[in-house]
């Protein structure tokens, strides 16, 4: 007997699927055709599949996923290809009058069919309306003010120029208006702040031919939610380069125009100064889609392993762009955790032939030098510092390379440098996430709570959905600078629990506030403690004055401390989480380098040898702590 196949397992096939009618218009699949009374139009088959999938399940969510087995037959798909069917879809449906696509935050699309107007206003609505009227006109006229903002201080790559377009949005809509005027002043600030040369343009976009691209937005006031979606669009030939969603809830709507602009900047900030690699390479969009779709996923911290597969297709059909190729490198190394071991090899033999390509193609933009230290074990910090340190030389206006020098000398315990690298770093691409997430726990450690309050609070409202990425980087600062004090009030058991592992994470920080070795003890007996709570108890034992303890802890952290050859490569790729050495140099390590065990540590993660050829850490030239005798006398 036959069975039917659920519409999740069955591929859209437009040449059997029957006509239907949605609001005035007529849908007719295997001719491909929408008609509105009298006019019929094309539509591109794969926007057709999308719609048929959606229409199938009129009133239900539909993931993305689903879309992507159902109309592409489960190939890799950019983001960015499923958003411009959405968009056409939209539009197609403010014609039809007859239905609305909605954005489920986190889930997928529904399809749902407008029910004839209801008469009356529902007041609550209104009232929310209004104060979300009232709040972005109070943004609109006060602006936007950065913490500690400062020009940066070494400028960015060329880049692209852009003419920023008027937003659509119902002109009937209050909220949707409002959201499509104050978007296009925060984009060009944040956009100018990252060192675009953004052109505001009041018009159609058609008066500039100067600019390479066109910035467009689609605004839409859902029934509890505004959504938002924006483009760049190549002036050449018209294709979309970058595509992007954004939803928000009515309360938190104010923060919505910024919220799109610290994306918009952050994620073209590093890609946007790529494009400017290849002036004789013209990518096709399929390829520059993918490749920024990638990297995209990569900034805000979504799906690594599918960033490096995007990114691989990409570079593969285009062996002469920089741009491919240095995005391949770079998605390797931010990835290569998330690919299985038996394939990680073959993926880290590939990512270091797109660097050496970069290298090759762009040898004087700086961000092509960093990759070999991503591709390299961590142990091998004195070639890694060699190398960035050329990149500073080569690309002195480079806003990644001080980042990445700053973050070597964090792990190395030279915090009070760290920090001014840092500090430089985000003042020249002052929205990126991970740049934020960086400056909080950097502030931490150096014991600048107030300012990493102000940073944290900024980066959240600007990046929502980073809040657990943003929060844990305070974490790892304040566990790392050794205020428990002010981890417990900082730690959120509801939110952090993943991380921190509430029931032993308190019970842990009581013993240390008591100063209780049993309760230490017990606590960190306990099973299944998460990494984070792990590496509590492995200072906080120390500080207990269990360090036999604590340095049984840290040889399960630590695996190259047993290692015959810490950078071997094979070791590393089956121990990429074993070189993490920022708590044994920060503050609250220092009950741990009292002990000799320390120094040998130290050596196996390349530590000693590069702190006598590139300079000692802070608790040697700052605190001067006994230990650092012993760091010179080990290598003599």
């Keep these: 007997m036959d069975r039917a196949i659920s519409l999740e397992a069955r591929r859209v096939d437009l040449s059997i699927e029957l006509p239907f009618l949605l609001g005035r218009a007529r849908v007719d699949p295997p001719a491909h055709e929408v008609a509105i009374g009298r006019k019929s139009e094309r539509m591109q088959p794969q926007t057709m599949k999308v719609l048929v999938a959606l229409h199938d399940k009129a009133g239900q969510v539909v993931t993305r996923d689903e879309l992507v087995d159902r109309c592409w037959d489960g190939r890799i798909v950019g983001d960015d290809v499923i958003n411009r069917c959405i968009l056409l879809l939209r539009r197609f449906a403010e014609q039809s009058r007859g239905f609305r696509i909605e954005t489920v935050p986190r889930a997928g699309y529904r399809l749902v069919e407008n029910a004839p107007q209801a008469i009356g206003t529902n007041r609550r609505r209104a009232a929310a309306a209004a104060a979300v009227v009232s709040a972005l006109v109070v943004g ?258 480079s806003s990644f390379v001080p980042g990445y020098l700053s973050s070597l000398l964090y792990g190395a315990g030279r915090i009070e440098e760290s920090v001014q690298l840092a500090r430089q770093s985000l003042a020249n691409d002052p929205y990126k996430p991970a740049k934020l997430a960086r400056m909080i726990r950097m502030l931490e450690v150096s014991g600048q709570s107030t300012e990493a309050e102000k940073v944290y609070r900024e980066a959240i409202r600007l990046w929502p959905d980073n809040i657990g990425r943003i929060r844990a980087s305070r974490l790892a600062g304040l566990a790392e600078a050794g205020n428990y004090a002010g981890l417990a009030a900082f730690a959120d058991p509801a939110i952090d629990a993943p991380m921190i592992g509430p029931q032993m994470f308190a019970k842990l920080l009581a013993a240390q506030r008591k100063h209780d070795l049993g309760g230490g003890r017990q606590a960190c007996a306990a099973k299944n403690l998460t990494a984070f709570t792990l590496s509590l108890c492995m200072t906080i034992l120390a500080d207990l004055g269990d360090f036999d303890g604590s340095y049984a802890i840290a040889a399960s952290f630590y695996p190259a401390w047993k290692a015959p050859r810490t950078a071997d490569d094979e070791f590393w790729l089956d121990h990429l989480g074993g070189f993490n050495t920022e708590i044994l140099n920060a503050p609250a390590g220092k009950a741990m380098r009292t002990d000799r065990r320390f120094i040998e540590i130290a050596r196996k993660q390349g530590l000693v040898a590069y702190w006598l050829k590139d300079g000692l850490p802070d608790f040697c030239t700052k605190e001067h702590e006994p230990e650092c005798a012993r760091i010179s006398a080990k290598t003599k």
């Design 140 to 397: 609109a006229i006060g602006g936007w003010m950065w913490l500690h903002h400062q020009a940066p201080s070494q400028g960015v790559p060329p880049t692209p120029s852009i003419s920023l377009v008027p937003f659509v949005a119902e002109a009937n809509d209050t909220v949707a208006r409002q959201v499509a005027q104050a978007a296009p002043v925060s984009i060009s600030r944040m956009m100018a702040d990252s060192g675009f040369a953004v052109v505001r343009d009041e018009s159609d976009g058609r008066q500039i031919p100067s600019t390479d691209y066109l910035f467009t937005g689609d605004i839409r006031h859902e029934s509890n939610s505004v959504e938002a979606t924006v483009q760049l669009v190549s002036r050449r030939d018209g294709a979309i380069i970058y595509t992007h969603d954004f939803s928000a809830a009515l309360e938190q709507v104010p923060d919505l125009p910024d919220r799109i602009g610290a994306a918009v900047a952050a994620e073209l900030a590093w890609t946007g100064a790529q494009m400017a690699l290849d002036p004789n390479e013209h990518l096709s969009p399929e390829i520059t889609s993918e490749l920024m779709n990638g990297i995209v996923q990569t900034i805000e911290g979504h799906d690594r392993l599918r960033s490096y597969q995007l990114t691989r297709r990409a570079a593969a059909l285009a062996p002469n762009s920089a741009f491919a190729q240095l995005s391949l490198a770079v998605n390797t190394g931010f990835g290569i955790s998330m690919v299985p071991r038996g394939e990680r090899d073959e993926a880290l033999a590939l990512g270091r032939r797109a660097g050496e390509r970069a290298r090759a193609l762009a040898p004087e933009f700086g961000d092509v030098y960093l990759t070999w230290c991503q591709l390299h074990s961590p142990a091998r910090m004195i070639e890694c510092d060699e190398r960035v340190r050329r990149a500073l030389k080569v690309d002195s206006m």
